[in-house]
């Protein structure tokens, strides 16, 4: 396959990924301060350790053939179970996405019109394909980090370290029993698994890189949102966005729309990752003329399924209840993988 895209063009898609979960679901409604400070250092931790398997996998090729050189059935199976996964982490992000804008920003404006308006962006870029927008990613990247970055030197003054305050209680059991929270909406990894073929670069470097990026975002927002905000931050819907709306200069508070935009697009290429890996994923179980038909349909059906969702709040519920137990993550991203890594042949050069 011919790889489409650079390895930083696909490592800032999936940035942007990741700060569309930090945004929506971060951690910090549950844990704060220290005690997240140590659980997110035992999630990423973790998490390295997937990215470890995940980066031996894409080096022996694509998935679906190195079980297929074992059992074509078992391939088609694991195939099958990617890319519905993807396709539900697709629908996710659309209902999220949804409901923070009508409940954060536009609360008089209906749910039809959002997912419209981006269902129908998603629908071309999907019939492009991936490296259509891909070029932007790696821009948007650097605005979004500008934009915090000043932020936070704008706030450094207001951190009180007296916010943080350790549990009397806190263990390795407590911190451990966290980490779900934290990793539970980290699927981009398994995305990486299906989209490595089409980048070229040095994964290891790629990935480390975006590993300790994500590790220092998610740091750095911890010890702001608690030294400034303190218990306050726990009682928002959206801790991180509560926290910029609290940007004393004049001069940062015209950044709205800058932020605006960046979650608009984190949450649409958030979206057009999981739908593309979704299509990778199922390629091996159709006929090569029948991929784009399935790229539209299953954009299309990610739609449909944001609508149900962002409509029905107790399905939202307990969905985001089975997401924070870590199956998903459990499954996805580590059993699944080991599975192929220990069934799975490398190809045998000719």
Same mark, same amino acid.
């Given at each position: 396959?011919?790889?489409?895209?650079?390895?930083?063009?696909l490592m800032a898609m999936l940035l942007l990924s990741r700060l569309f979960a930090a945004i929506a679901a971060?951690?910090?409604?549950?844990?704060?301060?220290?005690?997240?400070?140590?659980?997110?250092?035992?999630?990423?931790?973790?998490?390295?350790?997937?990215?470890?398997?995940?980066?031996?996998?894409?080096?022996?090729?694509?998935?679906?053939?190195?079980?297929?050189?074992?059992?074509?059935?078992?391939?088609?199976?694991?195939?099958?179970?990617?890319?519905?996964?993807?396709?539900?982490?697709?629908?996710?992000?659309?209902?999220?996405?949804?409901?923070?804008?009508?409940?954060?920003?536009? /609360?008089?404006?209906?749910?039809?019109?959002?997912?419209?308006?981006?269902?129908?962006?998603?629908?071309?870029?999907?019939?492009?394909?991936?490296?259509?927008?891909?070029?932007?990613?790696?821009?948007?990247?650097?605005?979004?980090?500008?934009?915090?970055?000043?932020?936070?030197?704008?706030?450094?003054?207001?951190?009180?370290?007296?916010?943080?305050?350790?549990?009397?209680?806190?263990?390795?059991?407590?911190?451990?029993?966290?980490?779900?929270?934290?990793?539970?909406?980290?699927?981009?990894?398994?995305?990486?698994?299906?989209?490595?073929?089409?980048?070229? !670069?040095?994964?290891?470097?790629?990935?480390?890189?975006?590993?300790?990026?994500?590790?220092?975002?998610?740091?750095?927002?911890?010890?702001?949102?608690? !030294?400034?905000? !303190?218990?306050?931050?726990?009682?928002?819907?959206?801790?991180?966005?509560?926290?910029?709306?609290?940007?004393?200069?004049?001069?940062?508070?015209?950044?709205?729309?800058?932020?605006?935009?960046?979650?608009?697009?984190?949450?649409?290429?958030?979206?057009?990752?999981?739908?593309?890996?979704?299509?990778?994923?199922?390629?091996?179980?159709?006929?090569?003329?029948?991929?784009?038909?399935?790229?539209?349909?299953?954009?299309?059906?990610?739609?449909?399924?944001?609508?149900?969702?962002?409509?029905?709040?107790?399905?939202?519920?307990?969905?985001?209840?089975?997401?924070?137990?870590?199956?998903?993550?459990?499954?996805?991203?580590?059993?699944?993988?080991?599975?192929?890594?220990?069934?799975?042949?490398?190809?045998? /050069?000719?």
């Amino acid at each position: 396959m011919a790889r489409q895209i650079s390895l930083s063009q696909l490592m800032a898609m999936l940035l942007l990924s990741r700060l569309f979960a930090a945004i929506a679901a971060g951690p910090w409604k549950v844990v704060s301060g220290g005690e997240a400070v140590l659980s997110i250092l035992a999630a990423a931790g973790m998490e390295g350790a997937v990215w470890i398997l995940c980066c031996a996998l894409a080096k022996r090729g694509d998935l679906y053939d190195q079980l297929a050189r074992r059992s074509r059935l078992l391939a088609g199976l694991v195939a099958a179970l990617y890319a519905a996964f993807f396709l539900v982490w697709a629908a996710d992000t659309l209902a999220t996405f949804t409901y923070l804008v009508k409940t954060e920003f536009y /609360p008089q404006a209906g749910t039809l019109v959002f997912l419209v308006i981006m269902g129908a962006a998603i629908l071309y870029s999907v019939m492009l394909g991936v490296e259509a927008v891909s070029r932007m990613s790696f821009l948007v990247v650097i605005i979004a980090g500008v934009a915090l970055g000043a932020v936070y030197l704008s706030m450094a003054d207001e951190v009180d370290m007296l916010n943080f305050v350790m549990p009397a209680s806190l263990g390795p059991g407590q911190v451990l029993e966290n980490t779900p929270l934290l990793f539970s909406r980290w699927s981009e990894a398994a995305a990486f698994l299906f989209l490595a073929p089409l980048a070229k !670069g040095s994964w290891r470097k790629g990935v480390f890189w975006f590993w300790a990026i994500c590790l220092v975002f998610y740091e750095v927002t911890t010890v702001y949102l608690t !030294g400034v905000m !303190g218990g306050y931050g726990a009682l928002q819907n959206y801790p991180f966005l509560a926290l910029l709306s609290m940007t004393e200069l004049s001069v940062l508070r015209r950044l709205d729309a800058v932020y605006l935009m960046v979650w608009i697009f984190a949450a649409f290429l958030r979206t057009l990752v999981f739908l593309q890996a979704a299509s990778m994923a199922a390629s091996h179980l159709m006929q090569p003329r029948s991929r784009p038909r399935f790229r539209v349909i299953s954009a299309l059906l990610a739609a449909l399924a944001a609508y149900f969702i962002s409509d029905h709040l107790f399905v939202m519920m307990d969905w985001n209840h089975l997401v924070q137990t870590g199956l998903l993550f459990l499954c996805f991203l580590v059993v699944l993988p080991a599975v192929v890594l220990l069934l799975g042949k490398k190809e045998v /050069p000719a």
